[in-house]
């Protein structure tokens, strides 16, 4: 069954950087885009962008271009969102999700990023 | 960017109603939509995919119907369950987004 599962927690101050995993299993990794979707506390989602895993292109929601970098390993099946400069306004629940065109629709269970001094 | 209207943001109503949410596009994104329920705590779940397609094991009382710019999510008769926030996502062009969002409470 594909499962996608995410790295824990983090507590970062500003300025900071933070560096999310996403692992999958249960399918061919690189035959999938994969997507990372942000929540703020008690706000709504946010499309951040979208990585290729067979070519490691990726774009980004212009809102982040130049913080935010999605890479993969495709060794381990496993894609990478990093954000940089965080602030406090970055703090929120970061999910990672398959495809969002696809048919399938799989989630990984989100990573809780805090933002704090 | 495309936008994507959301409404209403928010709505009350009773077991066995029937509600509908409406997602307006500000150009036309063919069916490329999805529609997704999200409760407390947890990741989104699709609902609705290619604007009218049921995602499998959703119940039949969820619909959606459009196409182009103007999209509807029905819901034939509310179960408890689905008090929950819900959401369109377009996916036609980058950046894909999201509407605002519709919390269902309880009347």
């Known amino acids: 069954q594909v499962q996608l599962v995410q790295s824990g927690a983090e507590v970062k101050k500003p300025g900071a950087s933070v560096k999310v995993s996403c692992k999958a299993s249960g399918y061919t990794f690189t035959s999938y885009y994969m997507h990372w979707v942000r929540q703020a506390p008690g706000q709504g989602l946010e499309w951040m962008g979208i990585i290729n895993p067979s070519s490691g292109s990726a774009y980004y929601a212009r809102k982040f271009q130049g913080r935010v970098t999605m890479t993969r390993d495709t060794s381990t099946s496993t894609v990478y969102m990093g954000l940089s400069s965080l602030r406090s306004e970055d703090t929120a629940i970061y999910y990672c999700a398959r495809d969002l065109a696809a048919v399938g629709d799989y989630w990984g269970q989100g990573t809780l990023v805090t933002v704090s001094s | 960017d495309i936008q994507m209207t959301q409404s209403p943001s928010s709505l009350s109503a009773s077991v066995g109603d029937r509600v509908t949410i409406t997602c307006r596009a500000s150009e036309g994104i063919r069916n490329d939509l999805g529609w997704y329920q999200q409760k407390p705590g947890k990741a989104p779940k699709r609902l609705i995919y290619?604007?009218?397609s049921l995602q499998s094991g959703v119940p039949s009382r969820f619909s959606g119907s459009g196409s182009g710019t103007e999209f509807t999510l029905t819901i034939s008769s509310l179960q408890p369950e689905d008090f929950a926030t819900y959401y369109c996502?377009?996916?036609?062009?980058?950046?894909?987004?999201f509407g605002q969002g519709t919390k269902l409470e309880i009347k």
């Open positions: 996502l377009q996916h036609n062009t980058y950046p894909q987004t």
């Open positions: 290619a604007a009218s």
